[in-house]
Nanobody, 123 residues
Framework: QVQLVESGGGLVQPGGSLRLSCAAS????????IGWFRQAPGKEREGVSC????????YYADSVKGRFTISRDNAKNMVYLQMNSLKPEDTAVYYC????????????????WGQGTRVTVSS
């Protein structure tokens, strides 16, 4: 059974940092592109960052470039999102997602979703 379980969300002040983790099970992470998406209250879900399975290609939304970094550890079946210089507009539920097709994942066509972890950026 494929499972993606996020952790690491919470309340942080503007300018602070958080690292989200995604634990994958039930499939071989090596063969999947992994991404992070988010959904803010009253808004549609949007792609934040993705990383390919093969050559390590990455995608970042313009709103997070230079602040967020995605990484993966296939040996541990883990994916991470390091978030620095957080802003109130980063407040959202963050979802881990996986698909065998990197381009499809970047386009938001996702095979598997996690249940989400909430990030709140507020003073």
């Amino acid at each position: 059974q494929v499972q993606l379980v996020e952790s690491g969300g919470g309340l942080v002040q503007p300018g602070g940092s958080l690292r989200l983790s995604c634990a994958a099970s039930g499939f071989t992470l090596d063969y999947y592109a992994i991404g992070w998406f988010r959904q803010a209250p009253g808004k549609e879900r949007e792609g934040v960052s993705c990383i390919s399975s093969s050559d390590g290609s990455t995608y970042y939304a313009d709103s997070v470039k230079g602040r967020f970094t995605i990484s993966r550890d296939n040996a541990k079946n883990m994916v991470y999102l390091q978030m620095n210089s957080l802003k109130p507009e980063d407040t959202a539920v963050y979802y881990c997602a996986a698909d065998v097709d990197y381009r499809a994942l970047v386009a938001g066509m996702v095979g598997y979703w996690g249940q989400g972890t909430r990030v709140t950026v507020s003073s």
